[in-house]
């Protein structure tokens, strides 16, 4: 009976090769085996088409039981966070999206106060993931902050209103703003330019931070280059969005009808569509590394400074009240000692009393 030889590791490289060229695939199949996580919110007021255009940018139905409130519940409504997740699986790539939208902004009379539920939530998500990194076990950390908010911007107006300019001002140092004109069908293409122009000079104007695309490598190829540019001459974003398909032209696209025409969702020639989808996914790792890097470092520095001053006064307070409750022991201690000695001396006297009583008699 022959002995079977042990098999031997044959090293399938040249020689000279190392191995650690192999890494990027390492990382590219633990990431894929993992999933993604990207959480997106939405603002804007009524009507803007912003439930629409997040079906048509993940082609799903995040709100299948919507039910759209009328007029008159909207006088009253205060704004409400309405957060929807989906797990989305294209190609072996899962993506597990977060839609939080804002239902209720801008609809009641009085909006000075409409956004602070929005900030709440925001700083809420800092919060909740700054104590599970500061826990025991941190290998399953869910991701819920807010990596990008598309804000919407009514096409009817001549610009930014006070509340556009108020609110992004007021989150634009905790998430990544990315502007967007809703319903882009409505105006002409010379509207839509002088419109786009309007917005960005009042947001330079006041100082607003919005999401800037990062510039292309040196070692990138053209197109790549060229598309990053044309994406950063599109911003603020004008936008259409259709879940319906129509025949135009002897194929089916997604679109809006009209007596005159056919608006096509995903022509760039028609509106942004194409181009705001293809800035979010392809800077989608991005959105996350500046939301990590940047806002939730600041929330989390400020966090821990005001904390830190917050748990040196509780120290300070608990050592004030042991002393105070050690001086207050102290002084029963002694108060006890006294009666205890007034009724010892009160005892002795009442047994001399009564000695002498005796003798007498």
């Given at each position: 009976m022959s002995k079977q030889q042990?098999?031997?590791?044959?090293?399938?490289?040249?020689?000279?090769?190392?191995?650690?060229?192999?890494?990027p695939n390492q990382v590219h199949r633990k990431s894929v085996k993992k999933g993604f996580e990207f959480t997106l919110m939405v603002v804007g007021e009524s009507g803007l088409g912003k439930s629409t255009l997040i079906n048509s940018l993940f082609l799903t139905d995040l709100y299948p039981e919507r039910i759209i409130p009328g007029a008159a519940e909207k006088i009253e409504r205060t704004v409400q966070i309405e957060a929807s997740t989906v797990e989305i699986e294209e190609r072996g790539v899962?993506?597990?999206?977060?839609?939080?939208?804002?239902?209720?902004?801008?609809?009641?009379?009085?909006?000075?106060?409409?956004f602070k539920t929005i900030i709440s939530y925001i700083d809420e998500q800092f919060e909740r993931y700054l104590h599970d990194e500061?826990?025991?076990?941190?290998?399953?950390?869910?991701?819920?902050?807010?990596?990008?908010?598309?804000?919407?911007?009514?096409?009817?107006?001549?610009?930014?209103?006070?509340?556009?300019v108020?609110?992004?001002?007021?989150?634009?140092?905790?998430?990544?703003?990315?502007?967007?004109?809703?319903?882009?069908?409505?105006?002409?293409?010379?509207e839509r330019e002088r419109l786009k122009k309007r917005i960005l000079d009042e947001i330079e104007e006041h100082n607003i931070k919005i999401y800037h695309l990062p510039d292309a490598e040196s070692d990138e190829d053209e197109d790549?280059?060229?598309?990053?540019?044309?994406?950063?001459?599109?911003?603020?974003?004008?936008?259409?969005?259709?879940?319906?398909?129509?025949?135009?032209?002897?194929?089916?696209?997604?679109?809006?009808?009209?007596?005159?025409?056919?608006?096509?969702?995903?022509?760039?020639?028609?509106n942004d569509f194409l181009?705001?989808?293809?800035?979010?996914?392809?800077?989608?790792?991005?959105?996350?590394?500046?939301?990590?890097?940047?806002?939730?470092?600041?929330?989390?520095s400020e966090r821990l400074k005001r904390g830190g001053r917050k748990v040196e006064n509780e120290d300070m307070n608990k050592d004030q009240i042991l002393l105070e409750k050690e001086a207050e022991l102290r002084r029963m201690q002694e108060m006890i000692a006294r009666m205890q000695a007034q009724m010892q001396m009160q005892m002795q006297a009442g047994d001399?009393?009564?000695?002498?009583?005796?003798?007498h008699v």
């Open positions: 042990p098999a031997q590791f044959i090293n399938p490289e040249t020689p000279g090769y190392v191995g650690f060229a192999n890494l899962k993506l597990r999206l977060t839609v939080v939208d804002t239902p209720g902004y801008g609809d009641a009379i009085n909006c000075r106060d409409c500061s826990g025991l076990n941190r290998r399953h950390i869910i991701d819920n902050r807010v990596h990008c908010c598309f804000y919407f911007i009514s096409p009817f107006g001549h610009g930014l209103k006070p509340l556009d108020a609110f992004m001002k007021a989150i634009h140092n905790k998430v990544n703003i990315v502007p967007v004109i809703a319903k882009a069908d409505t105006l002409t293409l010379k790549f280059k060229e598309q990053t540019r044309l994406l950063k001459a599109s911003i603020p974003f004008s936008v259409v969005g259709s879940n319906q398909l129509i025949e135009a032209k002897g194929k089916k696209v997604r679109g809006r009808l009209y007596p005159w025409g056919v608006v096509e969702v995903e022509n760039p020639e028609h181009k705001l989808r293809t800035m979010l996914i392809t800077h989608m790792q991005d959105l996350q590394e500046v939301t990590q890097d940047l806002h939730y470092e600041n929330f989390r001399g009393d009564s000695g002498a009583l005796g003798h």
